[in-house]
């Protein structure tokens, strides 16, 4: 098996390969393409073209949503089975990381949402983007599109009211996914996933600070997330 980069925005393969950067790797819980094989071979990349740590950020509280929504959940239940599932990746992470050297070990840290959402920058940048969810129509619009974009109603019977719901995902990611994040001193600013979408785009947006410039502003990004398009071959 090998890794294969497509695409990268924000910076260039060199740059990543003089290791300008370092490099998380965000786990949803929804994304199937993250079996322990594929896991396992990001994450040797990502060790080999870091800058001083990698991160491995597991995405489970805010996955909470989905099952409420798309399964039918009580708020407490859809709660419990994200926490109980993320946990069942990160003891899948960990088998990983117990294969590997112990120098490339020390250079892994394994993080929580409930750890990144704490951080006083993140909590300022997510009540931003709700605001401007409410009250900037077309950035509202921009975000229902990224929603709908990941909902067959053909499989999953959505209301258009549930849209509205199932956007606070978005809403609570797009920190993360416009700037990285802070974890121990160390900002985690790159971050490889396979393929492209909306919300990619909404993030280059939001970046460039041109179609939704006072939102760009309101937040005022220093660090823009380095957006790499990359699969296992």
């Known amino acids: 098996m090998s890794f294969r980069i497509k695409k990268c925005l924000n910076s260039t393969e060199k740059e990543i390969r003089n290791k300008k950067y ?18 396992r071979e990001y994450l040797l990349w990502a060790l080999k ?7 491995i950020l597991i995405v489970d509280k805010i996955h909470a949503i989905n099952y409420e929504i798309r399964r039918g959940y009580s708020k407490d239940r859809a709660l419990s ?3 109980r599932h993320g946990e069942e990746t990160r ?33 300022k940048s997510e009540k931003i983007i709700k605001d401007a969810f409410q009250k900037n129509t077309d950035f509202h619009d921009a975000i229902i599109e990224v929603v709908k974009e990941n909902v067959d109603p053909n499989i999953v019977n959505i209301k258009e009211q549930d849209y509205e719901k199932l956007a606070n995902y978005i809403i609570s990611e797009l920190p993360v996914l416009i700037s990285g ?6 900002i985690f600013n790159l971050s490889p996933y396979p393929g492209f979408c909306k919300v990619d785009n909404l993030v280059i947006e939001i970046q460039k600070g041109k179609k939704f410039s006072n ?7 220093i660090n823009k997330r380095v957006i790499v398009e990359a699969y296992v071959k």
Do not use: C, H, P
């Open 91 to 123: 003891k899948m992470v960990r088998e990983i990381i117990n294969t590997l050297s112990k120098e490339m070990q020390n250079k892994i840290e394994v993080v929580k949402w409930q750890v990144v959402e704490q951080n006083t920058a993140y909590k």
């Open 22 to 39: 370092n490099i998380f790797l965000g786990i949803s819980l929804g994304n199937k393409y993250f079996t322990k094989e594929n896991l």
């Open 49 to 55: 073209n870091t800058k001083e740590k990698v991160a």
């Open 81 to 83: 089975v994200a926490l």
């Open 181 to 186: 994040f802070k974890f121990q001193g160390i």
């Open 215 to 221: 939102i760009s502003e309101d937040l005022g990004i």
